[in-house]
């Protein structure tokens, strides 16, 4: 097994997987839904997620790895004191414990024993802003590709509409669109067609 791209505090990552052999990993909404309250309880005090998506056999995330010090403002943020012997935990491992914890949950209300996801999970380091922006809109328009839906607008299981809405969310959203100039140039990247992506020069190895 190669050894997995370490996760580092302080950059931004592809992180993606699929069920073993290809299983299906969400059955029912009520399985996406557990899984993200799972994501938000796991990864939201090592990670900032700023994309994701969640498909009946595979998901992706974009995500922005906390540093040790964040990861300890985010504590006190949310009103947890300092303790004795604290240490920050390693992103791998957060993302591991959702694994495990949704696993466990899923092998028992379906009967089913063995590994659910593919190990290693994937990741890749997204290193420049070209990469940011074209995997933003690939992670959303991920459902559409897969002919899940006609419009990618119209999958329930991402953050396109989280982004866009003014309800509650634990994506960074009002940082995701001052990335893109604003909520208008956000739709529009996301409208462009293949062939205009391609020329535009977002395309970064996603196809």
Sequence with gaps: MPNPIPLIGGHYYHIYNRGNNGETIFRTAENYRYFMQLYV??????????????????????????????QQSWRLAQGCQPSEGWQPLPSH??????????S???NQRYGRTGSLFQKPFKRIP???ERYYTSLMRYIHRNPEKHGLVADFRDWPWSSYKAIL????????????????????TFIAAHQLAPEEWRISGLIAGLE
């Design 41 to 70: 309880q796991h990864i939201e005090p090592v990670a900032v997620t700023h994309a994701l998506c969640l498909l009946p056999n595979h998901f992706h995330f974009l995500a922005y790895m906390r540093t040790d010090e964040e």
């Design 93 to 102: 491992r957060a993302f591991k414990n959702l694994f495990i914890a949704y």
């Design 104 to 106: 466990l949950a899923f």
């Design 126 to 128: 997204v290193d420049s």
């Design 165 to 184: 809405s003014d309800q509650a969310t634990h994506v960074p959203r009002a940082d995701v669109l001052a990335w893109y100039g604003g909520r208008d």
